[in-house]
C-alpha cells in the first residue's frame, strides 16, 4: 500500500495531539513530524520528502495560508481551522480540503482519503487499471474497438462512452466530463494535462488550458469561439489558435 509521509503544523498541542492520533490510526500515513509553528516545519521540509501537510491557518508570526504560498506544488495541504470564512481562500492556494474545528476521525479519513486518491491518480507509473488506481485507459487499439475509458469517481470506476463525450472541463485538480444527455457531469480527481496525454488527438483537442472539446460535437465556430452541442460556447485561447487552425483547414470545403 502506498503511504503518504505527512507533517501536521499547528499552535495548538491538544489538536496536534488529536490529529498525531488520527494518523496514527490511519494505514496509508506516516507521520514524518509536528511542529507548534511553520519556520519550524521548514528545516523538514528542505530535507524530507512530504506529500501531505496538515496545516492550521490561524497562527502567529506565519499563518497557515502565507505559508502554504512557500510551499512546492508537490506537497499538498489539507487545512485546519476554525474559521470557516477560510475555506474558499484555502482552495485559492490549490489546498485539497479543509477540516473545520472540532472535526472527527470521519471527517479526517474523508480528507486523507482525497488526498490518497490525488497521489494515487498522479503517480508516474499509473498506466493500467489496478483496484487502487483512479484513471486507466485501454490500448490506443482497444480505444478504436471500444470507444471507452474508465474513471474514479465517489470510490467508483465509471465506464465514459468517449463517443458521448461534448467536452472536459478542468477545475484545478478535478475534472467535470460533460456527457450527451446526462444533465450533470462526471467530477474525477484529475488533472487536463495527464488526461490529454491518453486521448486520441484525432477526436478530442486541447483549445483553452481549461479544455478540451470533441471535435465531432463541434456544431459551429463563432467569433473565435466554439460552440458544443449547440449550446455550450467555449473560447479558443491564443495559445491553441494555431493547432485548431490547422485542423479547420484540413476539414473546410471552399
Not at 28 to 35: C, D, E, Y
Not at 150 to 160: A, C, G, M, P, T
Not at 231 to 242: F, G, M
Request: aromatic fraction near 12%.
Amino acid at each position: 500500500m502506498r503511504k503518504l509521509n505527512c507533517m501536521i503544523i499547528d499552535d495548538e498541542p491538544l489538536a496536534l495531539d488529536i490529529i498525531e492520533r488520527y494518523v496514527e490510526k490511519t494505514p496509508f500515513l506516516t507521520l514524518a513530524g509536528k511542529f507548534s509553528n511553520a519556520f519550524e516545519a521548514i528545516e523538514m521540509l528542505h530535507n524530507q520528502t512530504i506529500q501531505l501537510i496538515f496545516l492550521d491557518i490561524q497562527m502567529p508570526d506565519l499563518n497557515g495560508l502565507e505559508f502554504s504560498k512557500t510551499i512546492a506544488k508537490e506537497t499538498r495541504i489539507i487545512f485546519t481551522t476554525a474559521f470557516n470564512e477560510y475555506a474558499i481562500e484555502g482552495y485559492k492556494v490549490n489546498a485539497l480540503d479543509y477540516l473545520l474545528k472540532p472535526f472527527d476521525y470521519e471527517e479526517f479519513i474523508t480528507a486523507s482519503l482525497k488526498a490518497k486518491e490525488w497521489f494515487d491518480m498522479t503517480a508516474k507509473d499509473q498506466v493500467s487499471f489496478e483496484p487502487e488506481g483512479a484513471f486507466a485507459v485501454q490500448s490506443q487499439d482497444e480505444l478504436s474497438d471500444n470507444d471507452v475509458i474508465f474513471v474514479k469517481s465517489e470510490h467508483k470506476h465509471l465506464k465514459i462512452n468517449l463517443k458521448k463525450v461534448l467536452y472536459f472541463e478542468g477545475l484545478k485538480d478535478y475534472i467535470k466530463i460533460w456527457v450527451q444527455d446526462q444533465p450533470k457531469p462526471v467530477l474525477t480527481i484529475l488533472s487536463l494535462k495527464a488526461l490529454e496525454v491518453n486521448l486520441s488527438g484525432i477526436r478530442f483537442m486541447r483549445i483553452h488550458r481549461s479544455y478540451i472539446v470533441a471535435l465531432d460535437k463541434i456544431t459551429s465556430i463563432e467569433k473565435g469561439q466554439v460552440i458544443i452541442n449547440n449550446n455550450k460556447c467555449i473560447t479558443i485561447a491564443d495559445q491553441y489558435k494555431e493547432k485548431f487552425q490547422a485542423y479547420l483547414t484540413g476539414k473546410m470545403i471552399l
